[in-house]
Structure formats: C-alpha cells, structure tokens
C-alpha cells in the first residue's frame, strides 16, 4: 500500500492537466497580444529602420517606393510576418514588400523613392 496519495491536493496548480483561473488565462491572452504588437517596433529599431511613418521600401522586382508603414498595422497591404503583401506603384503590380535603410540607399535612389508613393490614404 503506497504511503502517497498520487492524486495532487484540490486546487493546486500540476504539470500534466493544469488548473487555471479565467483572470489568469485573460492576463496570458492580454500579454500575448501585447507582445504581438511590439514585435514587430522592436525588431525594426534593432536592425537599424525608422519607426512607423513614411518609409521606404523595395518591391520584390527591386522598385523603390514610399509607405506608409505602421508597426503593428496594415490598412493597405497583407501582413505576412516581417513583409507585406502591397501593391507597387512603379511597376503597377502587387508583390511582398520589404522596408529599406535609408542610409544605404544612394541620392538617386532616394530620390526615385520619394517620386513614387503608394496610394495616400483619405
């Protein structure tokens, strides 16, 4: 006769077969969705891109354009991850797009960026 009883006490928490609270599974959907969005900011001040606003991009064919982009939104393109799906106004067809360091851009180039913008939104 086992001296342990192998049923855990009621109302403590187990490995296999976890009791939780509803507040505690709201907080852990909350700090989800939370992380979510701040994801995606985090990775782009890391790698060394601006923040939100008018950006530029590249298009899969290599067009450069400007966006406007907002970390944690899309209101004109499909987010797929890191890319979005946009519609290029250079080359007038949709492709992934991808944000670009200014800095790495030449006069030309930055140039060409600011003369094409994608549809403004009203």
Not at 45 to 71: A, D, E, Q
Not at 83 to 95: D, F, L
């Amino acid at each position: 006769m086992p001296l342990v009883d192998p049923r855990p006490p009621q109302g403590r928490r187990t490995v296999v077969g976890m009791k939780t609270s509803p507040i505690s599974r709201r907080r852990r959907r909350w700090f989800i969705i939370a992380v979510a969005f701040l994801l995606e900011p985090v990775a782009m001040k890391l790698r060394g891109y601006r923040i939100g606003g008018n950006l530029v991009v590249r298009c899969r064919k290599g067009h450069l354009f400007t966006t406007i982009w907002l970390p944690g939104a899309s209101l004109k393109s499909v987010r797929l991850g890191w890319w979005r799906v946009q519609r290029c106004p250079v080359g007038k067809h949709w492709s992934i797009v991808t944000p670009v360091k200014e800095s790495e851009l030449s006069k030309d180039e930055r140039r060409i960026a600011s003369e094409h913008r994608d549809v403004r939104l009203p």
